[in-house]
């Protein structure tokens, strides 16, 4: 089973506008086939940062130890959100929060964008939050950025004990405590500028990132001119005319310290840019100058670094920009204002086509269900304008004591919000929940506080990242063909083989170069999950051969990052329903059989790789030491009669002879008797072949073992 989640494909458009305003006070802009200079300079730096961003979805939220883990991988473009086909491997752990260890690390191929991935939860696990974490060639780097392709679960021992302990976690209503705050001012477009009403937002979190209701009074020159308050997770806003010549700071209410917050600079001069109205057709946004001197201003709008829109305008004191948005993709966009010498001189970011999605509808044959019955489904899937689409989607179903409301990450939020903005988001899908009825103001609110600088795709941002990033994992397996000791006449090495050995059909050969380097491309990953390599070295030489564990290099920048995972919302605690917890099973509760006895034909085998298995038997042949066992009289090692055609190699577990005689009062081994001497043949101890390691029969056969892509598991 899988989650539901969609992909929606929107035409690219670039375009570039040039256009003067001379009369009108509304300027409607159309897109050209021309280019422009802002354009391309953006388009310079934002192509080497077009890689991939990495959505994982689970089955579901809280997991029993000894379950299947069922997930799915969403390898994306990261700037046109369309399906990569870059990276063909998919590195994936499952990290223990406390240990910040991993207790489970393979690797998933990449098909087309997509990976249908499966984890065993051992038994052993501890009980408490796990992160399941995703990696490709393309998103993963030596860098500070955090690690955001990620899905939070937690593993119990038992469902139903889990629910039971937390019967009495009620909501206590205890006297708050004052507590640390960070409240920040961000104006609109970036700055103040004296005698232009402009909007300012701010936003009050306490020391852990969660939002904080506050309230309080803006002050001029000490004298008190406007209430502010909170209206959204801990966010606001406020206008105001700013004068350069006058004192402003904010005193908070409820406080104890009453700190004075001062207010962002204010420039003599400049422009402001403001959005007037974001609607399903258009975006107006408003250009205010301090001055009435003509001057020439461009307006750029980009989404994930590309230029959908650049004008040209020349502007006395204000205009307004009119920007119809039929071939602007959903999601953040940046509207950059530039002057004549194209240095930025005002920013906005602006969610566009907010409420532009998939329609998704699915029915059922049936209402009710028996157990273990099949079900089926319909699934229609429409766009906004209800024509016929064809989406990718996945479906997962569970019992809702499975769910873990806590985690609120989806697919939309994490591509549309979480990817392209630094830093964490408090509850990102209330922005996407059409019951409430403020998301498009909150929304707003989140990205004029969140700032523009904060924006993954902002210009600046892009250019303090040019410099050349180190690739952690590639999508192959790296290794080293090394002479520890080469025979005098010994054949240089151009090839080693890699092969399933119960797959004959499945073996490729793989080059070494120059520097005995070879790669284990995806191609040779996908013949098994248990990878054989062979090298044809001759009995004379002693050679090593290595592969890189992708995973040492992961684990060591890993440490060194964050986990960027959308903070939870507050809600409060309610009691567990007492009779549904009684009436819910866990798989841990099933009847259990007393005893279960397996009984081996033979004893002493050795439970271990059967390719490795049969490799032991052939080593065994090989390594009795010379022993033999005369057909004759079936003596070990016969003294009488010699090695020769009637002779036959022991066989394990077989009791055999020996031949002892008497010399000088002492019985000896070895030696045939004379006529007349005094001999006897007692039975020895069953025959045993010498134990082997798994290193010495790979040694011996010159193979090692490497592991390839995780096996596909079907659902029964």
Same mark, same amino acid.
């Given at each position: 089973?899988?989650?539901?989640?969609?992909?929606?494909?929107?035409?690219?458009?670039?375009?570039?506008?040039?256009?003067?305003?001379?009369?009108?006070?509304?300027?409607?802009?159309?897109?050209?086939?021309?280019?422009?200079?802002?354009?391309?300079?953006?388009?310079?730096?934002?192509?080497?940062?077009?890689?991939?961003?990495?959505?994982?979805?689970?089955?579901?939220?809280?997991?029993?130890?000894?379950?299947?883990?069922?997930?799915?991988?969403?390898?994306?473009?990261?700037?046109?959100?369309?399906?990569?086909?870059?990276?063909?491997?998919?590195?994936?752990?499952?990290?223990?929060?406390?240990?910040?260890?991993?207790?489970?690390?393979?690797?998933?191929?990449?098909?087309?964008?997509?990976?249908?991935?499966?984890?065993?939860?051992?038994?052993?696990?501890?009980?408490?939050?796990?992160?399941?974490?995703?990696?490709?060639?393309?998103?993963?780097?030596?860098?500070?950025?955090?690690?955001?392709?990620?899905?939070?679960?937690?593993?119990?021992?038992?469902?139903?004990?889990?629910?039971?302990?937390?019967?009495?976690?009620?909501?206590?209503?205890?006297?708050?405590?004052?507590?640390?705050?960070?409240?920040?001012?961000?104006?609109?477009?970036?700055?103040?500028?004296?005698?232009?009403?402009?909007?300012?937002?701010?936003?009050?979190?306490?020391?852990?990132?969660?939002?904080?209701?506050?309230?309080?009074?803006?002050?001029?020159?000490?004298?008190?001119?406007?209430?502010?308050?909170?209206?959204?997770?801990?966010?606001?806003?406020?206008?105001?005319?700013?004068?350069? *010549?006058?004192?402003?700071?904010? $005193?908070?209410?409820? /406080?104890?310290?009453?700190? %004075?917050?001062?207010?962002?600079? @204010? !420039? &003599?001069?400049?422009?402001?840019?403001?959005?007037?109205?974001?609607?399903?057709?258009?975006?107006?946004?408003?250009?205010?100058?301090?001055?009435?001197?003509?001057?020439?201003?461009?307006?750029?709008?980009?989404?994930?670094?590309?230029?959908?829109?650049?004008?040209?305008?020349?502007?006395?004191?204000?205009?307004?920009?009119?920007?119809?948005?039929?071939?602007?993709?959903?999601?953040?966009?940046?509207?950059?204002?530039? *002057?004549?010498?194209?240095?930025? $001189?005002?920013?906005? /970011?602006?969610?566009?086509? %907010?409420?532009?999605?998939?329609? @998704? !509808? &699915?029915?059922?044959?049936?209402?009710?269900?028996?157990?273990?019955?099949?079900?089926?489904?319909?699934?229609?899937?429409?766009?906004?304008?209800?024509?016929?689409?064809?989406?990718?989607?996945?479906?997962?179903?569970?019992?809702?004591?499975?769910?873990?409301?806590?985690?609120?990450?989806?697919?939309?939020?994490?591509?549309?919000?979480?990817?392209?903005?630094?830093?964490?988001?408090?509850?990102?899908?209330?922005?996407? *929940?059409?019951?409430?009825?403020?998301?498009?103001?909150? /929304?707003?609110?989140?990205?004029?506080?969140?700032?523009?600088?904060?924006?993954?795709?902002?210009?600046?941002?892009?250019?303090?990242?040019?410099?050349?990033?180190?690739?952690?994992?590639?999508?192959?397996?790296?290794?080293?063909?090394?002479?520890?000791?080469?025979?005098?006449?010994?054949?240089?090495?151009?090839?080693?083989?890699?092969?399933?050995?119960?797959?004959?059909?499945?073996?490729?050969?793989?080059?070494?170069?120059?520097?005995?380097?070879?790669?284990?491309?995806?191609?040779?990953?996908?013949?098994?999950?248990?990878?054989?390599?062979?090298?044809?070295?001759?009995?004379?030489?002693?050679?090593?051969?290595s592969v890189k564990d992708p995973f040492l290099a992961i684990n060591?920048?890993?440490?060194?990052?964050?986990?960027?995972?959308?903070?939870?919302?507050?809600?409060?605690?309610?009691?567990?329903?007492?009779?549904?917890?009684?009436?819910?099973?866990?798989?841990?509760?099933?009847?259990?059989?007393?005893?279960?006895?397996?009984?081996?034909?033979?004893?002493?085998?050795?439970?271990?790789?059967?390719?490795?298995?049969?490799?032991?038997?052939?080593?065994?042949?090989?390594?009795?030491?010379?022993?033999?066992?005369?057909?004759?009289?079936?003596?070990?090692?016969c003294p009488i009669h010699l090695p020769h055609k009637?002779?036959?190699?022991?066989?394990?577990?077989?009791?055999?002879?020996?031949?002892?005689?008497?010399?000088?009062?002492?019985?000896?081994?070895?030696?045939?008797?004379?006529?007349?001497?005094?001999?006897?043949?007692?039975?020895?101890?069953?025959?045993?072949?010498?134990?082997?390691?798994?290193?010495?029969?790979?040694?011996?056969?010159?193979?090692?073992?490497?592991?390839?892509?995780?096996?596909?598991?079907?659902?029964?």
């Amino acid at each position: 089973m899988r989650n539901t989640l969609t992909n929606i494909n929107i035409p690219q458009y670039r375009g570039c506008l040039s256009l003067v305003l001379l009369l009108l006070p509304i300027l409607f802009l159309h897109a050209q086939n021309t280019s422009d200079q802002l354009a391309n300079q953006l388009h310079e730096v934002s192509k080497k940062h077009a890689l991939e961003s990495v959505y994982v979805q689970s089955s579901k939220g809280i997991y029993e130890t000894g379950e299947d883990l069922w997930f799915k991988g969403y390898v994306l473009n990261s700037q046109h959100l369309s399906p990569s086909t870059q990276s063909k491997t998919l590195y994936v752990q499952l990290i223990e929060s406390k240990t910040e260890k991993a207790v489970w690390e393979e690797k998933y191929e990449i098909e087309n964008g997509f990976v249908n991935g499966h984890i065993y939860v051992q038994d052993t696990l501890r009980e408490g939050r796990y992160t399941l974490a995703a990696y490709t060639r393309y998103s993963f780097y030596d860098d500070k950025q955090p690690i955001k392709s990620i899905r939070q679960l937690q593993i119990v021992e038992n469902i139903t004990k889990y629910h039971q302990s937390k019967k009495q976690d009620t909501l206590i209503k205890a006297k708050p405590k004052e507590a640390a705050i960070d409240f920040q001012l961000f104006p609109e477009g970036g700055c103040l500028v004296s005698g232009i009403t402009s909007t300012i937002a701010f936003k009050t979190v306490d020391t852990l990132g969660m939002p904080k209701s506050v309230s309080g009074t803006l002050y001029e020159n000490n004298v008190p001119i406007t209430k502010i308050k909170t209206v959204h997770a801990g966010m606001g806003r406020f206008n105001f005319t700013p004068d350069v *010549n006058k004192r402003y700071h904010i $005193v908070l209410d409820s /406080l104890t310290t009453k700190k %004075q917050y001062t207010l962002p600079t @204010i !420039k &003599a001069d400049g422009s402001v840019l403001q959005l007037v109205s974001n609607t399903k057709d258009h975006l107006t946004l408003k250009v205010s100058k301090s001055t009435s001197q003509k001057e020439t201003l461009y307006l750029r709008v980009q989404v994930r670094g590309v230029a959908y829109s650049v004008a040209q305008a020349t502007i006395t004191k204000e205009r307004l920009i009119k920007i119809p948005l039929n071939d602007i993709p959903q999601g953040i966009a940046e509207v950059t204002l530039f *002057n004549q010498e194209f240095e930025p $001189v005002a920013e906005r /970011l602006v969610y566009m086509n %907010q409420d532009q999605k998939l329609n @998704i !509808k &699915a029915v059922l044959d049936k209402g009710e269900y028996l157990t273990k019955g099949n079900a089926k489904l319909k699934l229609k899937v429409t766009d906004q304008h209800n024509n016929p689409v064809i989406a990718h989607l996945g479906l997962s179903v569970f019992d809702d004591f499975y769910n873990n409301p806590k985690d609120t990450k989806t697919i939309e939020t994490h591509y549309h919000l979480s990817a392209q903005l630094k830093g964490r988001i408090y509850n990102p899908s209330y922005y996407f *929940n059409s019951e409430n009825a403020n998301r498009h103001q909150a /929304l707003d609110l989140l990205l004029l506080t969140q700032g523009w600088r904060c924006y993954k795709w902002n210009e600046e941002n892009l250019k303090s990242q040019n410099q050349l990033k180190t690739a952690l994992v590639t999508n192959g397996i790296e290794g080293k063909f090394t002479y520890i000791k080469k025979g005098k006449n010994s054949p240089e090495q151009s090839f080693i083989i890699a092969y399933d050995p119960f797959k004959e059909e499945k073996k490729s050969i793989i080059p070494i170069d120059t520097n005995n380097r070879f790669v284990l491309t995806p191609s040779h990953l996908k013949i098994s999950r248990r990878l054989f390599i062979k090298h044809f070295g001759t009995k004379k030489d002693k050679i090593l051969i290595s592969v890189k564990d992708p995973f040492l290099a992961i684990n060591s920048i890993k440490k060194l990052k964050d986990f960027g995972y959308p903070i939870a919302p507050v809600t409060e605690k309610k009691e567990v329903n007492e009779s549904k917890t009684h009436k819910w099973q866990s798989i841990k509760d099933a009847v259990k059989l007393d005893e279960i006895q397996l009984v081996a034909k033979k004893k002493g085998i050795v439970k271990r790789d059967k390719y490795l298995a049969k490799l032991d038997s052939l080593a065994k042949l090989e390594m009795t030491g010379g022993d033999y066992v005369c057909t004759k009289d079936n003596y070990l090692n016969c003294p009488i009669h010699l090695p020769h055609k009637y002779s036959k190699n022991p066989v394990e577990g077989e009791v055999y002879l020996e031949l002892q005689i008497k010399d000088g009062g002492q019985w000896v081994t070895g030696v045939a008797p004379v006529v007349g001497q005094v001999f006897r043949n007692p039975k020895l101890p069953a025959y045993r072949y010498p134990k082997l390691t798994d290193e010495y029969l790979l040694e011996k056969f010159n193979i090692i073992k490497a592991k390839g892509y995780y096996t596909k598991k079907r659902i029964l």
